[in-house]
């Protein structure tokens, strides 16, 4: 036999997972009937459907935000440098439960906003809290931790690009800004893409804190649900499973989406370095 | 707006480069210490001379890369990166640094084709999104120049597919799609296995042929000789000698020159 400790632990991996599979099984308490009833109910795939917007939708702001904020960071002009180093600073610097809570409570910090000019009139006020409704207190949540996050590894996908790149495009005339999404940012995107694709997948599992703003959504759904039947720890795993089945769609697309973006550096892939490891 | 007063000097508009005591340096160092050189139409210019003498840093002003510290620098009579006016010179803004740039091509020692587009798209980026040329026509001229770079069966293989010698000559037309009046080489040949040396100075030697321009850092001697139609030889920072190829390399007249072309000949 070529691998005899690897039949062993095998043997042993497979013993136990009878077993779990077995107690798991042939437990009532965990509820597999009413769990798979609830599964489909059309309050628990509305909450699937809010959180699934509500990712995308945080992602979206997180993404194009933090693309602002890299380029503001890596900017000659100090005032925006400065400017999105400090943004990045305060949202990183704090949780995201108390930034939703800030946002959900800002009526009571500010009754009213208004437009206009400081310490001057204002044009037009609105009252804080027909403004900031529970989604947008969500959205500005989520949204805005995320691109401080983003403009993290957006950064470091810019500078990750070779210098010469920008030599050559702005010898050809391009300007700053076009040499950024033509050249800079697509080849940044090999080294921005696995860890975005990371924040994407830890996004889906964070929109749950966002039923404390509140806002409707896979969790507070399945909470409404327990309250009334009491069976937690079966509608918790329901809801894990729904969780783990979103999150596994998330990470397929992520691989097409990073093999994609590798176009042009075919042997420059994590591969070849893993091959490498294992053969030594 | 940064402003620095004009002194009156003599722009012969008819030199493609005219460069008066430039100077550069990067902090404390001094990297070029009043370089003089002229460029007429429809000539090929070598420049030679040891590693950190400056050769690359003034390629680099003459497109605006870099910015000089003093002296002047005209390309086709116009003062690079400097608008002349009221006796005043007052610094361009980036579109009239971009509009400077296209007239003059560089091709770079590590080529720096963009990794993410093919052969094709790599020459026809400029064109269409810096000169708004229709794609069907920049098209066209793409596969005009590769097929002048003997190119054509490659269009669309990304650099990564392509080997040295071949993404040097895709770099060569990339930068000659602008349809610059000028073209700088940066050690072109340098990064190459000696095999594929050949083919880009084939390439360049026919652009020679062809009346371009050209500013050439090499340390291919025998181009030099056969090509050029003036030799500058650089050392920290100054042109210590300069003159026709064939007779700088047979008889240098200087002590630094004749110990630089000792090695490398
Ligand atoms: N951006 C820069 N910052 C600081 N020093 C530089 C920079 N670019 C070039 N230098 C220095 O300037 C000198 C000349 O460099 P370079 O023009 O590249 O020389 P060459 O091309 O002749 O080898 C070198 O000492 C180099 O280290
Ligand atoms: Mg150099």
């Known amino acids: 036999m070529r691998h005899p400790g690897r039949w062993v632990t095998a043997a042993i991996v497979c013993y136990l997972a009878i077993f779990g599979v077995y107690v798991v099984s042939t437990n009532p308490r965990f509820e597999w009937a009413a769990q798979w009833h609830y599964a489909f109910s059309s309050s628990i795939l509305d909450g699937v459907r809010s959180t699934l917007i509500m990712t995308f939708a945080a992602m979206a702001i997180g993404i194009i935000g933090g693309v602002i904020l890299a380029i503001m960071r890596l900017s000659p002009n100090p005032i925006l440098s400065r400017g999105a180093w400090f943004f990045i600073w305060v949202f990183r610097a704090t949780p995201v439960l108390v930034q939703l809570l800030v946002w959900s409570y800002l009526g009571s910090l500010f009754p009213s906003l208004g437009v206009g000019i400081p310490f001057g009139p204002s044009f037009h006020r609105w009252e804080t809290n027909q403004l900031i409704s529970a989604l947008m207190a969500a959205l500005l949540g989520l949204g805005l931790n995320e691109a401080a996050y983003m403009a993290e590894i957006v950064r470091a996908g810019i500078v990750s690009v070779d210098a010469g790149q920008v030599e050559a495009s702005s010898a050809l005339g391009f300007s700053r800004l076009r040499t950024m999404r033509m050249i800079v940012l697509p080849q940044a995107m090999r080294v921005i893409i696995p860890p975005t694709g990371n924040e994407t997948i830890s996004m889906l599992k964070t929109t749950s804190l966002i039923s404390v703003v509140p806002y409707y959504e896979l969790l507070y759904a399945t909470r409404a649900i327990y309250a009334n039947t009491y069976q937690v720890i079966p509608m918790l795993i329901m809801a894990s499973l729904w969780y783990a089945a979103m999150s596994s769609v998330l990470m397929v697309g992520q691989f097409y989406i990073e093999r994609h973006y590798s176009r042009g550096f075919a042997h420059a892939g994590g591969n070849a370095v893993r091959r490498r490891w294992r053969s030594r | ?265």
Not at chain 2, 65 to 88: C, F, M, P, T
Not at chain 2, 216 to 222: A, N, S
């Open chain 2, 1 to 265: 707006m940064m402003t620095q007063p004009m002194s009156n000097e003599f722009v012969d508009p008819t030199l493609v480069v005219q460069s008066k005591d430039v100077w550069k340096s990067f902090g404390e160092l001094d990297v070029l210490k009043g370089i003089s050189l002229n460029v007429p139409e429809h000539t090929v210019v070598c420049l030679v001379g040891p590693s950190g003498s400056g050769k690359s840093t003034f390629l680099r002003c003459i497109n605006k890369l870099e910015s000089i510290d003093a002296g002047g620098l005209w390309v086709h009579g116009e003062r690079v990166g400097y608008i002349e006016r009221n006796n005043r010179l007052y610094e361009m803004n980036e579109q009239q640094i971009a509009r400077q740039r296209r007239e003059v091509g560089m091709v770079f020692q590590r080529f720096n084709l963009f990794p993410h587009m093919t052969a094709l798209q790599n020459v026809m980026a400029a064109p269409v999104t810096v000169k708004g040329v229709p794609k069907a026509e920049a098209r066209q001229q793409t596969i005009a120049l590769l097929e002048r770079v003997g190119l054509a069966d490659k269009m669309d293989s990304y650099p990564a597919q392509l080997s040295g010698g071949q993404q040097q000559r895709v770099a060569i037309a990339r930068a000659l799609a602008m349809q610059p009046r000028l073209m700088l080489f940066d050690e072109p040949t340098s990064a190459l296995d000696p095999e594929l040396v050949g083919e880009v100075l084939d390439v360049m030697r026919q652009l020679a042929h062809d009346g371009m321009t050209m500013i050439v850092v090499t340390h291919e001697m025998g181009f030099a000789r056969e090509v050029g139609d003036s030799l500058v030889f650089m050392d920290a920072g100054v042109v210590v000698e300069s003159g026709d190829p064939r007779e700088v390399l047979a008889n240098p007249q200087h002590e630094r020159t004749q110990a630089f072309l000792s090695k490398v000949l």
